[in-house]
């Protein structure tokens, strides 16, 4: 009876486990399943030259992002993945564009009570940007046993603004194409930047 109980109870801890695993998988979009394809099957034909021009990219990104040159930052991160795939220039890539989207257009002088940011293509482009650089960077950490990464306050924080501009996203489809979207509501998703 003990043994029978002992199996049931595995069988259930199994798909249990089975479950979750395939939920998290389903949940990835095609976008970031296929950009993660693409990176494993191309891994071999990187050199450690290719690595060095990626992490020297990284280094220039992160020195215009303390800057606050959101727009240089974005340019340098995004130049250093197809160097070298890498976690981190996914996540700051998408986390850079943002606050350069944010920061140019609060400059921007309002005639009229002008609108900014329409609302048309507004949460394409976000579900776009998540799936293909913030989900793309969470996977690469993942895949690369990246445990520093994955512990550290950034990693956990840009998770919390790729769910927070997620669900921006979803709020917005539901608006009429033509409201204005807020640039408050965009920069409360980013909060405080990832690196200082």
């Known amino acids: 009876m003990m043994r029978c109980l002992l199996t049931i109870t595995l069988g259930i801890t199994f798909l249990a486990s089975t479950f979750n695993c395939f939920a998290y998988e389903l ?4 976008d970031t399943s296929r950009i993660i394809d693409t990176i494993k099957s191309s ?20 020195k215009s992002y303390r800057q606050k040159k959101y727009a240089l930052a974005f340019r ?20 850079s ?4 989207i944010v920061q140019f257009h ?37 895949l690369d046993h990246d445990t ?3 512990e550290s306050q ?11 501009l997620r669900q921006l996203a979803n709020f917005y489809k539901s608006t009429p194409s033509e409201t204005c979207v807020e ?14």
């Open 27 to 30: 949940a990835k979009s095609p």
């Open 43 to 62: 891994r071999h034909s990187y050199t450690s030259a290719d690595r060095l021009a990626a992490t020297s990219l990284n280094k220039s990104g992160n």
């Open 76 to 95: 340098a991160y995004s130049n250093s993945y197809p160097n070298y795939p890498n976690a981190y220039s996914y996540i700051m890539t998408s986390d």
């Open 97 to 100: 564009h943002w606050r350069s």
């Open 106 to 142: 609060s400059k921007q002088v309002s005639v009229n009570n002008e609108c900014k940011i329409g609302n048309q293509y507004f949460s394409h482009d976000i579900e776009m940007d998540v799936s293909q650089h913030f989900e793309v960077g969470f996977e690469l950490a993942i």
């Open 148 to 150: 520093k990464l994955i």
């Open 154 to 164: 950034l990693y956990k924080h840009a998770r919390d603004i790729a769910d927070c």
């Open 183 to 196: 640039l408050n509501k965009v920069q409360a998703c980013l909060g405080e930047p990832l690196i200082n």
